[in-house]
C-alpha cells in the first residue's frame, strides 16, 4: 500500500540523523539505512506500476499505443522525442499528453537511477556486459553512463528537475516531490558532513560582510515611503484606500525563515536543495533590460559558488534567482514562510472600471496569491516597471533600496513598446533610474520632472505595492525576497 509506505517513510524522515563524531557506524544507524532503502524500493515499484497502468482519463493515453508500451523499459529516447515535441509549439499550445510523456519518461529513469544507487551505493556495477540488467540498465541511462558514487543522486535530481521546468510536471508534481524526499532522507541518513566554503577553514553558516559591499550606494532617502509597525487588518485596508505603497515593520518574526530555519544561512538552503543538487533557472547580468543579459539553468550549489560567496563569486558577473515559483519546486522551504494576512484583504475597486491603474485590462482574478522567489548577490536590479497585480514584497534576507511612481507619473517614465518578436514590453520603462544625471536629461528630459517615493527595505520587514505603481529596485547586498502578488 503506496500510503503506508509514505507513512513508514515519513516516520523515519523525522528521525535525526546519526552522529558522524562515532568512530564505528552503530547497528541502529544500519538498520534506519536497510529501512530507508527497504521503504524507497517499495515506493520506486508502486511509481513504475502507475506510469506503466495510467487511469483512462489520463491525458499521456492521448500519445501513440506504440509509445506507451515501451514508457518504463526504455524512458530515455521517450524523453528525446516529448522534447522534440516541445519544441514545436508555444508552451501554452503544447498537448498536454506530450508534456505528460515528457514527464512520465523523465520520472521512469529517475526511478531506474534510484534503484540502481540504492542496489550500488559504492557507484560499482558488477553486471556484465551483454546482460539483460546490463542492457536495461545502458536503455535508460545509456551505455557509457559511468556514475561513481553519488553521481546517481546528481543525475536523479538534474532528470526530475528538468521535467518541472520543461514540461510543468504535468500533474506528477506529488510523485516528484516524493522522490525528492526520499533522496533527501537518504542523504540525511548517510550523515554526509555539513558542506564547507571552498578553503576548508569553516560552515557556509552566513553570507560573508563582503558581500555587502553596495550597501556603501544606498543613496540618501529624500522622500521616504509612508510606514507602519504591524498594522491591523482594518488599518490595512483603511491605507489601501490611499493607493499608497506603505512600508510595513514587525511583520516577518513568526517566520522560520528568519529564525529556526535561517535563510541568512548557506549551509541551510545547500541542505534544503539536496547539498546544493537541485536545478534553478537564473538570470545573468545585471537588468533584464541590459544587452549582455541572458539566461541559464544551473544548480544551487554552482549559483551559491559563482555568485553568492567571495573569493569564489567574480564581482563583475551577477547571477539573479528572479521571479521564480522557488516554493513549488522545492516545498520544504515553502513551510519556512507564511503568506501574509494582508493579501487576504479586499483591495478598492479601480477608479476606472475595466481598467488597472496602469491602464490596461485587470489581470486574472487569483484565488490565491502568486508566491515567487529573488534571490541573488548585492547589486543585482529590476528595471522600473509596473505589475499586474496588488504586492507585498518581504524581505527574508539583506536588503534593498526601492523607487516607486504612481501610475500618475507614466508619461514622464518613458514606457516602452512592443519589441522585435511582438513582445510587449509596455510595462517596462526605458529609463535606467539610477543613470547620471547628465545622461537623463539629454536622453530623458521629463524623467527628472517625475514625483516618486523611496525606502530601503531591509530584514524583516515588507513593502505594500499598489497595483500599477512603478517601481524600481537594486540589492544593497546578499538578498533573499519573497514576493506575494494578489487581487
Known amino acids: ?259 529556526e530555519r535561517p535563510w541568512s544561512s548557506p549551509a541551510y538552503l545547500l541542505d534544503k536543495t539536496l547539498g546544493g543538487r537541485r536545478l534553478i533557472p537564473i538570470e545573468l547580468g545585471r537588468t533584464y533590460t541590459d544587452d549582455d543579459w541572458g539566461q541559464s539553468i544551473i544548480t544551487f550549489k554552482d549559483f551559491m559558488q559563482r555568485y553568492m560567496i567571495p573569493n569564489i563569486a567574480d564581482p563583475s558577473k551577477l547571477g539573479y534567482l528572479a521571479q521564480h515559483d522557488l516554493f513549488a519546486q522545492i516545498p520544504s522551504l515553502r513551510h519556512d514562510i507564511a503568506i501574509p494576512d494582508y493579501c487576504y484583504t479586499s483591495p478598492p475597486p479601480l477608479k476606472t472600471p475595466g481598467l488597472t491603474s496602469a491602464g490596461k485590462p485587470p489581470a486574472t482574478h487569483l484565488d490565491e496569491p502568486l508566491l515567487n522567489a529573488w534571490f541573488g548577490p548585492a547589486g543585482t536590479v529590476s528595471p522600473l516597471h509596473t505589475d499586474p497585480y496588488h504586492n507585498i514584497l518581504c524581505q527574508v534576507v539583506g536588503k534593498k533600496y526601492i523607487r516607486l511612481y504612481s501610475p500618475d507619473q507614466t508619461n514622464k517614465l518613458y514606457p516602452k513598446g512592443v519589441e522585435d518578436g511582438g513582445v510587449d514590453m509596455s510595462n517596462t520603462s526605458e529609463v535606467d533610474a539610477e543613470a547620471a544625471l547628465n545622461e537623463l536629461e539629454a536622453e530623458f528630459p521629463s524623467f527628472q520632472q517625475a514625483e516618486y517615493v523611496e525606502t530601503v527595505l531591509a530584514e524583516g520587514e515588507c513593502l505594500y505595492i499598489p497595483v500599477g505603481w512603478w517601481h524600481y529596485v537594486r540589492s544593497l547586498s546578499v538578498s533573499f525576497s519573497v514576493s506575494f502578488w494578489w487581487n
Not at 38 to 51: D, K, P, R, V
Not at 61 to 86: G, Q, R, T, W, Y
Not at 175 to 183: N, R, T
Open 1 to 259: 500500500n503506496l500510503e503506508y509506505e509514505r507513512r513508514s517513510f515519513n516516520a523515519i524522515r523525522s528521525l535525526p540523523p546519526p552522529s558522524s563524531n562515532s568512530a564505528q557506524t552503530p547497528s541502529w544507524t544500519l538498520s534506519i539505512r536497510r529501512t530507508v532503502r527497504t521503504s524507497m524500493q517499495h515506493i520506486l515499484q508502486q511509481i513504475l506500476s502507475a506510469i506503466a497502468a495510467p487511469d483512462k482519463p489520463d491525458p499521456i493515453n492521448d500519445c501513440p499505443a506504440s509509445v506507451l508500451a515501451v514508457l518504463p523499459s526504455h524512458p530515455e529516447p521517450l524523453i528525446a522525442l516529448a522534447h522534440s515535441k516541445l519544441h514545436s509549439f508555444s508552451f501554452a499550445s503544447v498537448p498536454v499528453c506530450w508534456r505528460r510523456l515528457y514527464t512520465d519518461a523523465s520520472i521512469a529513469k529517475a526511478v531506474a537511477l534510484i534503484e540502481h544507487g540504492l542496489a550500488h551505493p559504492d557507484g560499482c556495477d558488477t553486471a556484465p556486459s551483454g546482460t539483460k540488467r546490463k542492457r536495461d540498465r545502458d536503455a535508460v541511462r545509456g551505455p557509457s553512463s559511468g556514475l561513481l558514487g553519488e553521481a546517481w543522486i546528481d543525475e536523479a535530481v538534474k532528470v526530475l528537475d528538468m521535467t518541472a521546468i520543461m514540461a510543468g510536471a504535468a500533474g506528477r508534481e506529488e510523485v516528484i516531490d516524493e522522490l525528492f524526499s526520499g533522496l533527501q532522507s537518504y542523504l540525511n541518513n548517510k550523515a554526509s558532513p555539513q558542506p564547507k566554503c571552498p578553503r576548508g577553514e569553516k560552515v557556509w553558516d552566513s553570507f560573508p560582510v563582503a558581500q555587502n559591499m553596495e550597501l556603501s550606494k544606498a543613496p540618501r532617502i529624500q522622500y521616504p515611503v509612508q510606514s507602519a509597525i504591524a498594522p491591523s487588518m482594518q488599518a490595512f485596508e483603511m491605507h489601501m484606500e490611499t493607493t499608497q505603497p506603505l512600508r510595513i515593520k514587525d511583520a516577518l518574526d513568526h517566520w522560520p525563515a528568519m529564525h
